[in-house]
């Protein structure tokens, strides 16, 4: 089994356990972390996230910047894969912060 039929098995479980009553807030570790994706530059793929209110819990914040390139990714391609560049990835071992905001860079893979 591949990899690609797994993660898009894993975000249709992730779109359907993240429905809700409408307007109702996505939680992440129990709590709200507002994030915001903005596409740079010409290119659609590259996008930038800030999330506000990583004292909530880093790992909360990290989830949510996740979801919000996942979520992207596969409205505008029909793909969650995302390369994260190096050290702005939900995983880096040192957040990068800017402002009291987590920030987070990546591009959706075109296949």
Known sequence: M?????????????ALSACGKPGERMRFNGNYYPADLKKV????????????????????????????ATRYCVETFGDSTVNWQTGYDPDAN??????????????????
Not at 3 to 12: F, S
Not at 57 to 64: D, L, N, T, V, Y
Not at 94 to 111: E, K, P, Q, T
């Open 41 to 68: 530059g010409d290119r659609r793929e590259d996008f930038v996230i800030t999330v506000r209110d990583p004292g909530q819990g880093i790992e909360g914040a990290r989830e949510a910047g996740r979801f919000e």
């Open 94 to 111: 040192a957040a990068v912060m800017d402002n009291g905001r987590l920030i987070l860079r990546g591009s959706c893979v075109i296949w």
């Open 2 to 14: 591949t990899a690609k039929p797994v993660i898009l098995a894993l975000c249709a479980a992730l």
